[in-house]
């Protein structure tokens, strides 16, 4: 049983790529969680996507044993934490269980917009903030003006900022030094009824659903009934553990500690993250305060290219259900695509990633559709409805006004780039805030429709900026826009799955675009093929699909030019008669081109 006062619980928070993980490396190594045989990069990386992009998904935790300088044993929680805006969440869940927070600055990139972010949540958590600079052994590396631009940025004390390289292991003895020193104990009851928050649940093909708590007061242990307060399930406790990374059973989790719970849950429905575990024997008054729930903000349908696949594509999004908490899906049809799923992610990032872990681990082949943001309807008799897919909106005379998510992003960019990024904003309809310096660094705040940029924005930003501008946003409310449904129509027939709902300025340029490229992918037939951008009946753009030609006359060799003539009248006839009846089969390869029209 270890005293509260030699706990820390605390996570590692960055911008991406300044090195939260390797850091994580470095103190697992250092208080000998894994022996050196056993220690490779990115330990707490095991999704094959995060080592492959170099990227934290999933925030992991491990506890290390670490004796300070003092001869005290302590026990420390880390949890690495992904830094992606869209993933956010995974941040917030894991700011909920600790008590402090390893700030991560890149000594030679300085603040980024996700570190703002990142700092603002561990503070409305109370937390304790130890600024560390990485990666001090660079050529390029400042960490004098960095440390300045934390304070001016931020505005916390950065002057005994740990300097380190997570990379080379020098100065991380002193992180380590600094957690135990400078971060706060957790507080609890060991005597009082059990309360545990649920930070993470995920799903083991052998075990079932196993939750990752932070238990806040109380003990849990083999043997004790526990009752999830959100559903009222009940279940028996199989085992209790740790990770060291490697999974280790212990008698007991105390307060103030981090642990998995195994109890046999059969689905992760049953486990609502953030819930509150409780002692069916001897309940706690009340759940503790849990954290928002994640609100999906990007939709787009995912639809199995061979329709045999419907019931294992269902069983797939089950199971990674299991894993993520903040996606969610339904099912749907579409007459060009068949069945399957809309699904709700929390921005494109998080989409992309989905849809290859459903391709990779699940093998299956997708076709996704054009990503949208939840409207707002306002109707004439006075009701409220959401629109998640353009395909199912009502007749525009029902409607009153139409209202639309806009978010406030923050964007960190060099001085010589920013005029690009300011045209790329007001490209997008967007309002600037303000405009600020740090260092030789511009901060723009601008507010921008929420369909703008889950489009690809963030690739613009990323190119016009070549790289350096950083980028992160905040969902504000909504407003009300001048929005119109876009409809495609091929051969007169609308196809589904490419409408989508864009502002009225950029409507005909859009739809013209879409025709070019629908154009140049549709197979040619025996007949044209007319392919139509459309707003309501009014067509705004047309391109046409000239026909095959087979040549009939050329059996006719010399001889009469009227029976040349009589053939070709057939064939004219015969072409009318199909276009009439022909129906236009597009390649799902068309779609998946067309749907990818914005990064042309």
Request: with cysteine; glycine share 8%; aromatic share 6%.
């Amino acid at each position: 049983m270890t005293d509260l006062a030699h706990i820390r619980n605390f996570a590692i928070i960055a911008h991406i790529d300044h090195g939260k993980s390797t850091l994580a490396d470095r103190l697992i190594q250092i208080c000998g969680g894994l022996t050196d045989r056993e220690m490779r990069e990115q330990v707490l990386d095991n999704m094959e996507l995060e080592r492959e992009r170099g990227i934290t998904i999933k925030a992991q935790t491990v506890r290390l044993d670490y004796t300070a300088k003092d001869g005290q044993q302590y026990e420390l929680n880390l949890i690495d934490t992904p830094g992606h805006v869209d993933f956010a969440y995974e941040v917030s869940r894991s700011l909920a269980a600790c008590e402090g927070s390893l700030l991560v600055v890149d000594a030679t990139q300085g603040v980024e917009a996700q570190t703002l972010a990142n700092v603002y949540q561990a503070i409305d958590n109370n937390h304790e903030i130890v600024p560390v600079l990485n990666k001090v052994d660079l050529p390029a590396a400042e960490p004098d003006r960095i440390k300045q631009q934390i304070e001016d940025v931020i505005g916390l004390d950065a002057s005994d900022a740990v300097e380190i390289s997570a990379k080379t292991g020098m100065g991380v003895p002193d992180v380590l030094e600094a957690l135990v020193q400078r971060l706060p104990p957790p507080t609890g009851e060991r005597d009082a009824p059990l309360q545990a928050l649920l930070v993470d649940s995920w799903y083991d093909p052998y075990l079932g659903v196993i939750t990752l708590v932070r238990v806040k007061n109380g003990v849990v242990r083999k043997g004790m009934r526990i009752r999830m307060m959100a559903n009222d399930s009940v279940y028996d406790v199989d085992d209790v553990g740790i990770f060291k990374p490697k999974k280790m059973k212990v008698d007991e989790l105390g307060p103030g500690q981090i642990g998995y719970i195994n109890a046999a849950i059969k689905t992760v429905a049953d486990c609502q993250v953030g819930d509150t575990i409780i002692d069916d024997r001897n309940p706690a008054a009340g759940p503790l305060p849990g954290f928002k729930p994640s609100v999906p903000v990007v939709f787009c349908s995912l639809f199995p290219v061979d329709a045999a696949d419907f019931e294992h594509l269902r069983e797939s999004l089950g199971r990674l259900r299991l894993n993520d908490a903040s996606f969610a899906f339904e099912a749907e049809s579409s007459p060009a695509l068949g069945f399957g799923f809309r699904c709700g992610f929390l921005g494109l990032l998080h989409l992309e990633i989905v849809q290859e872990r459903l391709e990779r681990e699940f093998n299956l082949d997708l076709i996704a559709t054009a990503p949208s943001v939840v409207y707002r309807l306002h109707m004439n008799d006075g009701s409220i409805k959401e629109l998640h897919n353009p395909a199912d909106m009502p007749d525009v005379v029902k409607i009153a006004k139409i209202e639309e998510p806009w978010i406030k992003a923050t964007i960190f960019v060099p001085d010589e780039y920013l005029g690009s990024i300011l045209k790329l904003c007001e490209d997008r309809r967007g309002q600037q805030q303000e405009l600020t310096y740090a260092g030789a660094r511009a901060m723009v705040v601008y507010r921008l429709p929420l369909n703008e940029v889950v489009f690809d924005f963030y690739d613009r930003l990323k190119s016009v900026s070549r790289g350096y501008a950083s980028f992160d946003y905040a969902i504000e409310g909504y407003e009300e826009g001048d929005l119109v449904k876009l409809s495609i129509l091929v051969n007169l027939e609308p196809v589904d799955a490419l409408s989508m709902i864009v502002h009225r300025s950029q409507a005909e340029p859009r739809g013209r675009a879409l025709c070019a490229r629908l154009k140049d992918l549709i197979p040619r037939q025996l007949f044209k093929i007319a392919i139509q951008a459309a707003i309501g009946a009014k067509v705004i753009a047309r391109e046409t699909v000239s026909a095959m030609r087979k040549d009939v006359t050329a059996k006719c060799y010399g001889g009469d030019i009227t029976r040349k003539k009589k053939l070709l009248e057939k064939q004219k006839e015969g072409k009318k008669k199909m276009r009439t009846f022909g129906k236009v089969e597009i390649p799902q390869s068309a779609f998946i081109a067309a749907l990818k029209m914005g990064e042309g």
